[in-house]
């Protein structure tokens, strides 16, 4: 997952991304965060893997946070952790702990 964050990102497409996970985990809170993803691929008629791509991306950058000693495959949209960000920076505020 760490390589995604060097990616060069379009942050509008990222932001954008961040808002469809968002209310995609809030009405599906017991799908596996894969299923969630395969989903946004078939109702947005999106590219095989493309959505699993931006939750990568974003995953990477902490938009999301979950317990890393699980693995992904096994995460479900209600085990992740919405982190504030600042919209206008484009940057994620990271929780200190």
Do not use: C
Request: hydrophobic share 40%.
């Amino acid at each position: 997952m760490y390589p995604a964050q060097s990616e060069e990102l379009d942050q509008s497409a990222l932001q954008n991304y961040f808002n469809l996970f968002v209310h995609a985990f809030a009405k599906n809170p017991d799908e596996l965060i894969t299923e969630v993803a395969q989903g946004l691929n078939v109702s947005y008629d999106l590219e095989p893997g493309e959505a699993l791509y931006w939750l990568r991306n974003l995953l990477a950058r902490h938009y999301f946070l979950f317990d890393l000693r699980l693995h992904y495959r096994k995460v479900t949209a209600s085990m992740l952790t919405l982190n504030g960000h600042d919209e206008d920076a484009g940057e994620v505020k990271h929780v200190s702990g």
